[in-house]
């Protein structure tokens, strides 16, 4: 199966890229979150990942 990351649409508190990422993974999406804010308040490079995502990352394609 051929497994690819998208925005969630669902699962979202700003863009999606926390619950995208935790979807594609199957973890927790507040892990996800946490560890994004980790990266922003200890390396600062959290929320420059999370931009770059949010911008070039594509949204999940609707199922009807």
Known sequence: M???FYLSRTDKK???????????FDVD???VRVLFL???LE??????A???LALLAPKK???W
């Open 38 to 40: 980790v990266g922003i």
């Open 50 to 52: 999370y931009i770059i």
């Open 14 to 24: 700003i863009a999606g890229v926390c619950g995208g990422i935790a979807e594609y």
């Open 29 to 31: 999406p507040l892990l």
């Open 61 to 63: 394609p609707q199922t």
């Open 2 to 4: 051929d497994k690819k």
């Open 43 to 48: 390396f600062g490079v959290g929320l420059f």
